[in-house]
């Protein structure tokens, strides 16, 4: 599954199965690409990124490429560090932990509010994504698993109405996405993270917004193997 940019910012009206309207542009294009490596660890933390080089892969300009490389370090994913060129950022556990603890604050928040005031979709919507994450994950699509999984996880926060606090969250999904993937080792049970989300699809639904933030609090904790230690009792 193709990504959209960061510049092409989260629609909630979008359905699972809608794709990217209109061409794709090519800085769209340099960013996917450049996006599925690093996520999937093909581009190494630290590894330049040259703009001529990347222009000349890609069949486009450099301004072209520039945009694209904007786009990532939009989502933490590059540095660019002025005359000394961009580089492939770093995923560290460190920062890995500090950002699910900023995930859970924003997440566990959200979910709250949201339910006070649930849109009449959002349940359809959601019951949507998690289909679509199953989907992902019986063709052994990783990455469009993980899109689906951002988009689910941002279509819950929309309801919370926080609109400045989402580029905070979908950083964080990034990140925890990235983390994840790096640590892996073997194969990994895509169907069984796709399915993760339905219990806190069946809280939802009932409007049960304790049962929510309990299990999105588990959901989080639980993501990699040291969440319980991060989160104690939110494992269990």
Known sequence: MSERPASRRFDPALRAKGTRPGPVARSAIAFDALKHDIMLGELAPGEPLVELELAARFGCSQGTVREALLQLQEEGLVHRRGHRGTQVSDCTADEAVEMFRVRRQIE?????????????????????????????????????????????????????????????????????????????????????????????????????????????????????????????????
Not at 203 to 220: K, P, R, T
């Open 108 to 236: 566990c928040a959200g979910v709250q509010r949201a339910l006070r005031n649930p849109s009449r979709s959002l349940l359809s919507d959601l019951k949507a994504l998690v289909e679509a994450m199953e989907e992902a994950a019986r063709e052994n699509d990783e990455m469009g698993l993980a899109a689906f999984d951002r988009d689910f996880h941002r279509r819950l926060f929309h309801d919370a109405d926080l609109p400045a606090l989402d580029p905070i969250l979908h950083r964080c999904l990034i990140h925890n996405h990235r983390f994840k993937i790096s640590r892996t080792q073997g194969q990994r049970d895509l169907v069984l993270t796709a399915q993760r989300h339905r219990p806190l699809v069946a809280a939802i639904e009932a409007g049960d917004s304790a049962a929510a933030v309990v299990s999105l609090e588990h959901h989080i904790a639980t993501i990699v193997d040291f969440g319980p230690n991060v989160f104690p009792g939110a494992g269990q």
